[in-house]
T-cell receptor
Framework: NAGVTQTPKFRVLKTGQSMTLLCAQD?????MYWYRQDPGMGLRLIHY???????AKGEVPDGYNVSRLKKQNFLLGLESAAPSQTSVYFC???????????FGDGTRLSIL | AQKVTQAQTEISVVEKEDVTLDCVYE???????LFWYKQPPSGELVFLIR??????QNEISGRYSWNFQKSTSSFNFTITASQVVDSAVYFC????????????FGTGTSLTVIP
C-alpha cells in the first residue's frame, strides 16, 4: 500500500504564481486534511474534507482553496502565491472522525 | 487561545534517562480524542497513540507510557530509558468530532537524547 502520497515533494514559486498540490490516498478513507508546518508553530489545519464533494475551513484557510472531486484525492490550490505561504505542507487522511491520521511525506514549498 | 499546549519547546536528556513530555488541552466537548505523533529528523509524522475521553486508563507500550488525567486536562507522555533514536519532535493533538471534526496540534516538543 502506498498510503498517502503527496505530489510534488519540492517546489519553488515566484510571488503571484499559482499551483496545485495533490494528495492521493489508497486506503478508502473518508476524511482528508491539509496542514502547513512552520517553525515553532506546529501543524496548523488549512482545510479538510469529511467526504467526497465536501470541504471545510480549518484554522488558517486564507489564500488557499481545496477540492475533493474524488474520494481518494484532495487538492490544495494557491491562486496567487505569497512569501508568507512558504512552508512544509502535509496531507493526512483518516477513516473517519476521531481515528488516527495517516500522513504523507510532505511538500516543501518556497515562494520567492 | 491554544487548544493544545506543549509548554516544553526543547528538552535534552542523556541516554538512559527518563523523560516526560507534557500536553495540556482545552475543550468543552464531552467526547474527544487525544493523540501523540512523532516526527523524526527525516520529517515524516508517525502516529504513536490515540486515547478517547472516556478511557482514562494509562497505557504502556515498551519504553513508552501515557498518563491521561481529565481532572487536569493533561495527556503526558513518558519515555523510559531514553535512546538516541528517540530524538525527534513530538506532537500532541486533539480531535473534537462533535464540533467540526477539526484536529488541533500543539506546537511540539523537540527532544534530543545525548549519547
Amino acid at each position: 500500500n502506498a498510503g498517502v502520497t503527496q505530489t510534488p515533494k519540492f517546489r519553488v514559486l515566484k510571488t503571484g504564481q499559482s499551483m496545485t498540490l495533490l494528495c492521493a490516498q489508497d486506503m478508502n478513507h473518508e476524511y482528508m486534511y491539509w496542514y502547513r508546518q512552520d517553525p515553532g508553530m506546529g501543524l496548523r489545519l488549512i482545510h479538510y474534507s469529511v467526504g467526497e464533494g465536501t470541504t471545510a475551513k480549518g484554522e488558517v484557510p486564507d489564500g488557499y482553496n481545496v477540492s475533493r472531486l474524488k474520494k481518494q484525492n484532495f487538492l490544495l490550490g494557491l491562486e496567487s502565491a505569497a512569501p508568507s505561504q512558504t512552508s512544509v505542507y502535509f496531507c493526512a487522511s483518516s477513516i473517519f472522525t476521531g481515528q488516527p491520521q495517516h500522513f504523507g511525506d510532505g511538500t516543501r514549498l518556497s515562494i520567492l | 487561545a491554544q487548544k493544545v499546549t506543549q509548554a516544553q519547546t526543547e528538552i535534552s536528556v542523556v541516554e538512559k534517562e527518563d523523560v516526560t513530555l507534557d500536553c495540556v488541552y482545552e475543550t468543552r466537548d464531552t467526547t474527544y480524542y487525544l493523540f501523540w505523533y512523532k516526527q523524526p529528523p527525516s520529517g515524516e509524522l508517525v502516529f504513536l497513540i490515540r486515547r478517547n475521553s472516556f478511557d482514562e486508563q494509562n497505557e504502556i507500550s515498551g519504553r513508552y507510557s501515557w498518563n491521561f488525567q481529565k481532572s487536569t486536562s493533561s495527556f503526558n507522555f513518558t519515555i523510559t530509558a531514553s535512546q538516541v533514536v528517540d530524538s525527534a519532535v513530538y506532537f500532541c493533538a486533539l480531535s473534537e468530532p462533535d464540533t467540526g471534526n477539526q484536529f488541533y496540534f500543539g506546537t511540539g516538543t523537540s527532544l534530543t537524547v545525548i549519547p
